[in-house]
């Protein structure tokens, strides 16, 4: 999610100096001898690929901390009471994991259309928007998820199970909604034609990783609670 | 196949003053906003400091004006035990976040770790922005607590639980001043989570050719751990706030336990956890701790090699020691909870660590000290800074050793001792590391030198007041004065009185010496001379670009990086040392094997 | 300007060290049983860390004299043995050190929180709460009664929250501001919190301890010298934080069952 975009430079990929990594150092520079910054500008790493990692590592500590919350406070209590998860969560799963692939298909579609390597009629577009709607209607389905606990009269100060089951949802809903506008980025990019690789590889990594998160959370919630 | 992106730090000069100074993209605007802040809430944080010293050595003495900062704190001007503890909270906060991380961290490192790797700004300026604004509503959201309800929360920075978690039944400021000071910290979180991720993928994707790990100067290596740090600190300390939030708000019981009374009314919470809180809030606070300290070893190493002529013994063990203080540091906060009913085994378990992360600090010390050695020790503002750092990282680390060890830890917990410890390791250290930072790097952020004279009458005078200050408070410590008491009305600790006298007259002089620092810096700002373009006859890449540097750091072009960072003590067509960016080669290249 | 500054530094060590060896500012003397493991830890940490701080800051200062003013243009010079000399020296030093001061660190501490309270042991309940500290000793039953939250009332002086009409237990309980301990006697001391977290500290006891609300904490000593000593709280409790505190008087045997018969007749 940089700032700025250009078009994909039209530069022989062979012609790439410093391709061997033959500088003194530098590891991932692409500067060649002269300080033409030009190329390095279009060839140096894309600090997003780097950057997903961070803030995946991130929500990982963050989850993390949540989670030795509740084994702390679970351990230490004898007012935790148990309930029975909704069971349109699996179903939520299921739109979830749906939309993870859907994504893997755009991903591929958008690959040969940005290589040409096959002329390519429809839109890449079709699957993104296919993904967006799967992730939202995952969080549509979380909400049910809520509305149903507090049908059964199980609101977030009930109990502190209660408690824990919505932060831990809506925590993690909310960063499937912070992806789902990543991919509203990368649509926007993509109908510009200024899509980078990089962003669209990026975003699919978070995107994953909210289905591992999830399946993560559902073994938690289903085993703890 | 080969990723045909674009590079994302390109962007191009703004011109509308908006843009340009105010919501920046540009790094340099970003580190000058965050040193601004710094400072802003540095003057802040001592003045609290200097209210609550007057009420320690005369608990009845009025202070004209004291009752503008509060409703009922201070009724006839005279502070409340309330108002003291509420004072002391927000100096500790203010100073803690807002500055010690700021200021060595955020602001120097927005400033320079970009030009040090040769980058010409940061991959992701908006989030860099967004950082630092995110922050500055932090400070402010903290801030409002003087204004609104019944003030700031009085429990203290680390706010233990169940006491930041009960409401207003509590205490004056319990309730709101709660909200706003774990809404404040949650957002301070979420603004050093992005800093950190532009700090990491500068680091390890913008360098230049050339510049490769072991090349980078030792502050950019500091900058680096501790945006590693922040990113595993930071990531946890949010969630804890918004459990302590949503137990105010939303009647939650995550960290009140059941069965407890204030004014004969049990309240309706249910079972928390009160350790609970203590293991997520150290596990924050003690990394931050090195948050605050790790970029001054680096900041002070870069300053001290410059000033000496000649390069440290060994750059790389200091850049080890750095990322062993980061990795143990999450292995030791369990040191702040020896008496806390903590399982006294774990008590043990965590006293080790502590033990040994004396080690790479030993370590750390002992490659300066001896690297003076036969240097050609260059006396200026900077490097007596720099200098005073290692002498109060010395005094303030080894009372370390008395805390590490639990048994210990019974006579001197919650006593002065404590507060002396970490006073003079990461409040009078880190603060040293920045002021030598300023002395050093001004020229290049501004454009000007700062006045030489004045800037060593600001070193006297700090040096000396603050062992004066903080030295006994260790005394205090030993002969078992508890911290947080607004007063001290118990039998043993009448005879102490004196001693605090003593302590507050020399705080104050001591914080009205920093306000030569703030006319310095104010008056060089504007008056001082022009500075060239590498004052000090540094080598890191800094120097290599005009002062102060242009919109994308080294004016279109990227420079090459041809050695290792410091090579002073050479002989080669310019003096006594070689820049990076130079491709001259010379004979007696300093190269770590 | 450095060679005022290299002294300035070794003026401000020893005049850092001079109250500690002088012994200007320190704890009381030592009234329990265990406190002594105690202090000789600390003295033995006071002696090592003391050389440190004194050697670090002392070549510090030397080297600051040295390599300031001579030398302007002459060759620099490293240090002979180098990094690798220095970082070996450190472990060995330092490792040796920390390795020392923990394991007898370890025995010190053992001393208080490892070992169990023997049996015959006395057993005081001290409950904290904001403000004060209040005691309870259960009476010739030798039985605490339970505790009940929600009857906690100061106004009838219900402090405990005791319900003696349904707790035979409790009707001899015995409930004081202040604390008395029979000398040379082990006492086991049983802590809970009313409200906030509090701590129990007296330093003549070389005893401090958190109370935690919700939990039960304990905590066992004997103090061996008649005398009255403070006890005050030391974990930040709220506004009445630093006048929170209660005394503990050591008794002799017999003076301590005439404190009591006393109180219990004021119950």
Partial sequence: MASTVHEPPQVDPHRLPGHGRSGNGGGENLVPEDGDRGVALNY????????????????????????????????????????????????????????????????RRIAAFMGNMKSQVESPARWLYMTLFLGLLFVAGQYVAWSQLSGQGLYLATNPSSSFFYVLTATHALHVLGGLAGLGYVIRKLSKSSLRRSTLDATARYWHFMDALWLYLLLLLSMKL | MHDTSAHAAQHHAPTSFIRKYVFSLDHKVIGKQYYALALLAALVGMTLSWLMRLHLGWTNLAIPGLHFLSKNGAPANVMTPEFYLQLMTMHGTIMVFFVLTTAPFAAFGNFFLPIQVGAEDMPFPRFNMMSFWVTFLAFIVLMLSFLLGDGPTLGGWTQYAPLNAMGAVAGPGQGLGVVLWATSIALFCIGQLLGSLNFITTTLD??????????????????????????????????????????????????VASGLVINDQLLPHSGGSTLLWQHLFWFFGHPEVYIAIVPGIGIVSHILMANMRKPMLSQRVIIYCMGALAVLSYMVYGHHMFVSGMNPVSALAFSFPTLVITIPATITVLIWVFSLYGSRLRINSASLFALGFISMFVSGGISGFFLAQPSIDIMLHATYFVVGHFHMVMGVAAMFGIFAGTYFWFPKMTGRMMNETLGRVHFWLSFVGTYCVFMPFHYLGMAGNVRRYSSFPEDYLQPLIPVHRLITIAALLTGAAQLIFVYNLIQSRFRGQSAPDNPWQATSLEWSTATPPPFDNFGGKHPVVYHDPYQYGVKSSVGDYVMQASPEQVKTEHEEK | MARLFALTIIVIAIASAAPVVMHTWVAPADISTHGHLIDEQMSETMIEAGLSFLAAQIILAIFIWKFSSFHRDGEIRTFPGGAKGLVIAAIALVGAEVLALGVFGVKAWADVYLTPPSADAMPIQVQAGQFAFYFRYPGRDGKFGPLHPELINEATQNLFGLDPEHDPDSRDDIVTAEMAVPVNKEVHLLMHAKDVGHSFFVRELRVQQDFVPGLDVSLHFTATKVGKYEIVCTQLCGLGHYNMKAYLDVLSEHDFNDWLKKEAAMQ
């Fill in chain 1, 44 to 107: 140096s790493p894309p600090p997003s690929s780097t950057a997903i990692w961070v803030v995946l590592f991130s929500i990982t500590m963050t989850f993390a901390a949540f989670t030795s919350a509740l084994i702390v406070r679970k351990g230490s209590s004898l007012d935790w009471r148990s309930f029975k998860l909704p069971s349109i969560l699996f179903f939520n799963t299921l739109l979830l994991l749906a939309s993870s692939v859907a994504l893997e298909v755009s991903r």
């Fill in chain 2, 206 to 255: 913008l360098r230049v050719k050339g510049m490769s790990l072991m090349r980078l100067p030792l502050s950019a290596w500091a900058w680096f751990i501790t945006s590693c740090m922040g990113l595993t600190a930071f990531s946890v300390l949010m969630p804890a706030c918004i459990l302590v939030i949503l137990d105010h708000v939303a009647g939650t019981s995550f960290f």
